[in-house]
């Protein structure tokens, strides 16, 4: 029980991980593409 207790609190861990690696991949490309996009509505 105990190991596999600790295998699933590895696994959260794991995927919190992850999850904040994603998140900040998402948060630059928003960034990026809110950067490019700025400059594009003076044309409009």
Do not use: C, G, H
Request: glycine residues 0%; charged residues 30%; without cysteine.
């Amino acid at each position: 029980m105990l190991i596999k207790e600790r295998s699933l609190a590895d696994e959260r861990i794991v995927l919190i991980k992850i999850n904040k690696i994603q998140y900040n991949t998402i948060k630059s490309i928003f960034t990026d593409t809110s950067k490019i996009l700025k400059p594009r509505k003076f044309f409009f």
